[in-house]
């Protein structure tokens, strides 16, 4: 079983109460499942799916029809009613009732700011500091050769389930051509190949393997920062004896795919468009803070055109210019695959033992024969940092708003108490001040190794107020004092997020990150070090760091028009999130 980051045992124990709640005699009925796979293939075998489908889905008389339709100015009529609801509220209110209740919110701010009494948190049992390894967790890293081509071999128990994931460098994709990298991975897989038609592939894939997927990624090395690998994933995961078969299928994915089939592209973009639109009002602080953080970092800028803001107005702009631009689209989708699919780009990662290594190297070694072996020529990156204070209106009445800058600009290092004080900021200040006091549903904030760093918040009725606070970042940090056991919690609770639970898959990913960014063992070592070591001075000593990154002022923020248009004089430029159709 697959839980991503969460503990099998923990999940075996939540899927036994299922049964174990209502029969203590069957605890385990639900995780012994090998006899109910058992039955269930040779039941699929007999039309099984078949008869549920006809039954329960072709033949289902029971069916609701609604409509969501859109309404002009909706928010603003829904301010108006909820002020004349207060409005109305308040005349019934005698002076008593309204003097409690400015009592009520001045006694519940009182609360909110007075911190829970020492006896009563020392009640609560926790590690100890010697309790915790300074071993940072192990890299499964084999650099092999497989015809010619590097395989990073994760040497790990697997249960016969093999990782595969094939990464080519994209550096011979010029920089206006980079947004058509995240439409090649909405793409492969979807369309008609040389072979299959697209429901023909995918039923093909979902019978015999565990999946096969693409997309695009943007590696900072770690040893200079000034290089960024754009690099074009293909991953699929599959047992032993089904390795031959992932990789074959790959290969039909990358080298045989019809992207001339226009019907079918148009409905891939609209859809991508409408899975934007559908999510960019929720999300909105991830699009504050790569928008904000792309304006200076070239990571940053390059991640926001395949997947981000940029992305968006990228696959917007061919929905809209589609029927005159089709073949153009499809032109450049096949260069994309000749410039990036050959044996010279190309590095991959293997999960599995060395009985699935050698079962892996000898398929690939056929795939291989396929491969072209051209070097590409080397396109220039043209990144240019500006900084433009940039909002984005969207019928919403909160607030997503990020501050961002780099703290190398002014000649800081990165060190490891940096995780630490976004555990203290995640818990104190930024809790207290944006979340508790300025009632916004969340906070976040992060820095990297390359010195960008970002703070961001999650569904907030502020925006000034909440600019403001992170101006006032770095004079909390000069001030910064807590207790030697409150600074033990914040530790522990940053190895806890540096020491998250790992499946084999999660740690060959792992491994090869750190391989493709040249993240050695003694650096993580060194970090770890620095966490556990981390003590009030430390983080004191943040202070100018801090407050070197935010007086940068990347600034910019998704919200309510309203609230955007009356704090303008903060912004360069201020425009809708999501472009009318129409």
Known sequence: ADYGSYPKGLMYYLTMMDSWLYDESKPFIHIEAGDTFKELKED??????????????????????????????LEKKKEEEEARKLFEYKKTLSEDELKDLVEDTKALKEYQDTPSSEENLEKIPMLELSDISREPAEQYIDVKDVAGMKVVHHNLFTNKIAYILLSFNTQGVSDEDIPYLGLLGSVLGLMDTKNFTYPELMNEININCGGISS????????????KNSIMYEIKGKALYEKIPFVLDMMKEIMYNTKFTDYKRLKEIIARIRSRFEATMAGSGHSIAMLEGCAQFSASAYYSDMLKGYKAYQFIMELDETFDNNKENIAVKLSELVKIIFNKANVIVSLTADDEGYSLFAEAYSKLSDDMGDEKPVVAQRNYTPVNVKTAYTAASQVQYVARCGNFRDGGYEYTGALRVLKVIFSYDYLWINVRVKGGAYGCMSGSYRNGDMYMVSYRDPNLRKTNDIYENAADYLEHFDVSDRDMVKFII??????DTPMNPAAKGTRSFGAYICNTDYESLKKERGQVLDCNVERIRELAPLVRCAMDENYFCVVGSSKEINKESELFDKIQPLIKVQG
Not at 215 to 226: E, G
Not at 493 to 498: A, K, L, R, V
Request: no cysteine; charged share 25%; glycine share 10%.
């Open 215 to 226: 997309s695009a990624a943007v590696y900072t090395d770690k040893a200079d920062f000034s």
């Open 493 to 498: 609770g940053t190895i806890g997020d540096m």
């Open 44 to 73: 699929a075998k007999k039309g099984y799916f078949e008869k549920l489908i006809d039954e329960y889905i072709l033949n289902n008389n029971h069916k609701s029809v609604i409509g969501l339709v859109p309404e002009y100015g």
